[in-house]
């Protein structure tokens, strides 16, 4: 098996041996990258700075200095993250061409890792979208099956690590959008709890439900990434001071004893069968690894998708009034200035976003905010409350990722709430700012195409979420090496 | 004062104070005011995508140390909103200020106005907010377009809102003299108007006395000066009160001063759909206030022009106008205080040296913000009175002294010495001199012992003219009186 389809961990190992160079990495992602089947993954995509980032590393090693946790790992993020020397367009006309003058907190952090960009992954617009076809950029095809999604919002990101054209890579979290996406390509994919990494450099777009997490074939390896992003930042008043603990050494844990809860809510309607099989298949995997599953009550499930949606465009809705033709971006010019902000944001914003500015600033008007922004945060309360109670009665909460695998191109985007029923098993984590994981699962007994197992743990407990994950994947018939396209 | 009509003026105000904070207010570029455009922003205060607000801690201090001079109530945890609106001069598109819960609350002002009986009036509110940018138009470099300047967006504000308790234009001015003086005092604003970092919007309207209800209010903006206030405030209610007095109705609007033509004039309806979708900012946690946080700020608290006045007036027994124009600015109490020092508790001297201060010193002050430039060193002063009292040189040498040290960094002491100019007060030695002027006048002395005592003068006279002016006139009289009788 060639180096890039094996794990951060390994490939690290590997690289501090010297049984490869970075060059010879880089070298090997940008020959995958240049295969048209892949295009459409990448926004920003520039050989050039990938390999001297490279070369740099080897530089650096060869000269015997200090080498970040991550040197010579081919990484690659999200656009939504801003980067000082690639342009950072989020997806949307409206930032075509934008330039950034500065890192993402996480952006610096795997520089200063020594970690390798391979490019800037495609996304639907701003964050918006389950399916990555809401892209300006044209849309992001799953590996498993060019005719079908890759989810989303991080399509990009899941695509990149499931077709292997990297080892890593950034996505953002805001109702789902790095589990879902991992979930219909068959990799890994963690959001962390609320406040672990630092948001400052993600172009916001729920500045309450972002968060920035990690994608990679296997646990270990999204674990690693994670590690070397999370941590306290002072530019950001929502990160938490928490010490960031060895998850990787958590991965190989054991997890005899460990009480499962499943929702009833999650196991209802709208379950595809072969998902519905696949978890049922899960759930008796982790019995077996001496885990008890027991159903719980999340009673708030169903109100998720109305509360997120409430929450999310109001917010949206604020975040996205920056982008206003004025200081950057697009500009529309119009008759007068009312009228260059109306051409700027109508040709800038594509429908998707659009529809949820809408959304957004109706719910924020006045007569309006008590009926919709303020009951949907009192909502949450009751959302976050389930998951209080059913964590005294269980260390983590199972389930399905999504509620179908990946689906063809067009098949959903007539019928936004179709969209947005989605994200229905992984918006609730999303309000109680859980840390939640999707892995491979299984593939399904009859598209073939994979399924993920979300499991969410309390907060700040990741360390649980990650050996959990690690000990199932083990024996998960979706593992990367055992349910490969690639394989 | 006008005289009083069937109507009533209502007046509420509503300030925008700059607070001095060394940076802004949620990033750390600089404050400084006056810099070549845009070169005192970053990706917070540009509003650049992904950028995040982080308070600046000097700002709440600043904040709630406004908040307890006025006597108000501090919350303990209160939220920052966001207020949205589209503007070119506001990067984010939204203002980061406080709505629902501001921190603070319930304070209150005691005005003194001209002409009225002093009386306290209510402030509503404060709230901890962020400065906008500036619009530039007719900028010669870019004719015919408006260009932005970010320097200010970002600067920390609070806006201190008055309950309607004011009746006039004096109660107005004296309000905004009485508060821009307290929030100079606590150095949290420099208390210039012309420059911004002091802002006034104005609320009026009238009602038939007697009654309750408030009329339609008129909000009057563009007031850069306590005159503009004091003329835009008569103005505006004399038409009010005519439009009232006429049965005419309008709606709610605001207005815009023109001091030049010397009326306010229609800018804008107050538009019905003026929503600012306000709603708590999920990038800032709730400001938590704690009491142990507050009692830091309020140890920190200044004496204030108040008691300052007060201590001036009832211990030290200088007259109310005195106490006024040496309190009117903290530098110039503390500039005073530190000549009070070198005598302390002496009223009869802290009243002379109130004079020299107002009649010389204050002349050639000048004022900038909370920076003051005497034209004198407090100790060249204290050293200078120091000689006067010592009775070394007369009241009349001592605006001499000052004319000639002021603006170096002369000891006048030295000065007196080298110019020959200290008094002569040593009696055996004066006497001597009257004594040789008696001799040799023989004439004149007869005539004033034979009752013509307009000659003691001619004595004077002389010995001034021997001395040089340098005799202490008082110590020579008694002498003379003594040698002649
Ligand atoms: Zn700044």
Redesign the pocket.
Known sequence: MELLDRSIVEVQAALARGEVSARELAEATLARCADPAHAGVHLDHDPARTLAMAAAVDDKRARGEPLGPLAGVPIGLKDVLVTRDARTTCGSRILEGYRPPYDATAVARLRAADAVFTGKLNMDEFAMGSSNENSAYGPVKNPWDPSRVPGGSSGGSAAAVAAGLTLGTLGTDTGGSIRQPAALCGVVGVKPTYGRVSRFGLVAFASSLDQIGTFARDVRGAARLLEVVAGHDPRDSTSVVQPVPDWVSACGKDVKGLRLGVPREYLGEGLEPEVRASIEQALELLRGLGCSVVPIDMPHTRYGVSTYYVIATAECSSNLARFDGVRYGLRVAGKDLRAMYGATRDAGFGPEVKRRILLGTYVLSAGYYDAYYAKAMKVRTLIRRDFDRAFEQVDAIVGPTSPSVAWPFGQKTADPLQMYLADLFTLPASLAGLPGISVPAAKGAESGLPVGLQIVTPAFDEARMFTLAHAFEQVSPGRWDRAWPRA | MTAPTAWEPIIGLEVHAQLLTR??I????ATSFGAEPNT???????GLPGALPVLNRSAAEMAVRTALALGCTVRARSVFARKSYFYPDLPKGYQISQFDLPFSEHGHLDIEPEGGEPRRVGITRIHLEEDAGKNLHGVAEVPGQSVIDLNR??TPLVEIVGEPDLRGPEDAVAYLKKLRSILVALGVNDGNLEEGSFRCDVNVSVRRRGTEAFGTRVEIKNINSFRHVQRGLAYEIARLTDLAERGETFRQHTRQWDDERGRTVFLREKEGSDDYRYFPDPDLPALVLDEAFVAAQRAQLPELPDARRHRLTSVLGLPTYDADLLTSHPRIGDFFEEILRSRPGDGAFAKRAANFVMTEVLAGTTTHGLEVSFPITSSQLVELLGLVEAGTISGKQAKDVYAAVQGTDRSPKSWVESQGMAQVSDASALETICQGLIDQNPKQASAYRAGKTNMLGFFVGGVMRETKGSANPVVVNEILLRLLA
């Open positions: 940076t802004k949620f990033c750390g570029c005192h922003v970053c990706p917070v205060c540009l967006a970002g």
